[in-house]
């Protein structure tokens, strides 16, 4: 593969390949379709990225995105259920499927599997608090059948002990090991519809 010499081509492919899914080749491809198309694709993509960089943040109750100027959506609504997952890809997996409708609440990771439970940088101390706050009915834990996301819902299960929420949890056809991003649809829908109570030890 032949190199730009140019420093700003190169430097912009690097950027690019470290984009999910895209190795150098596909970012050179990328770049050339940009280069090519300067005011249809260079200029409104300089504006979206700058307003994203400014103006997109993460909600610190439920992990969701949100614009810096508004309230989010996890905010003063009455909701019955809330369903948590790991980080933002699935979510729009499990909204991308149709099978709930609800509201979500983004952790942003996993608890490590052994040991040194911290929960850091996790969202699930306001979790808890969104469970009290809004007399939530169920929780849904829809967390990855990895050790890493079944010991996270072990966790969230037990600090959820002293509310009356029920909590359930995906089961049937969540195969050991899956990735709720990486589950096909059919998958993820009967896991969903056949998630279960989990019982407390
Ligand atoms: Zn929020």
């Not at 699935?90 to 952790?107: A, N, P, Q, T």
Request: glycine share 8%; charged share 25%; hydrophobic share 40%.
């Amino acid at each position: 593969m032949t190199s730009s010499n140019v420093k700003e081509i190169e430097d912009l492919v690097k950027i690019i390949s470290k984009l999910p899914g895209l190795g150098p080749k596909s970012a050179k491809r990328i770049v050339l379709k940009l280069i090519n198309n300067r005011e249809e694709l260079i200029k409104p993509l300089t504006n979206i990225l700058a307003r994203v960089y400014k103006s997109v943040v993460r909600c610190n109750i439920c992990g969701n995105l949100k614009s810096i100027n508004l309230e989010c959506t996890c905010a003063n609504k009455k909701y019955d259920q809330i369903c948590v997952v790991e980080n933002i890809a699935d979510m729009w997996v499990i909204e991308g499927s149709g099978i709930y409708k609800g509201h979500y609440h983004i952790l942003g990771g996993t608890l490590p599997a052994i040991e040194n439970k911290k929960t850091d940088g996790l969202l699930i101390a306001p979790l808890i608090d969104r469970v009290k706050k809004n007399s939530v009915k169920e929780v849904i834990l829809a967390t990855s059948a990895t050790i890493e996301g079944q010991t996270t819902a072990h966790y969230i299960q037990n600090s959820l002990k002293d509310t009356k929420v029920k909590i359930s949890k995906l089961a049937q056809g969540l195969p050991v090991g899956g990735e709720i991003e990486f589950l096909d649809d059919g998958t993820l829908f009967s896991a969903f519809k056949n998630r279960g109570p989990v019982v407390s030890d």
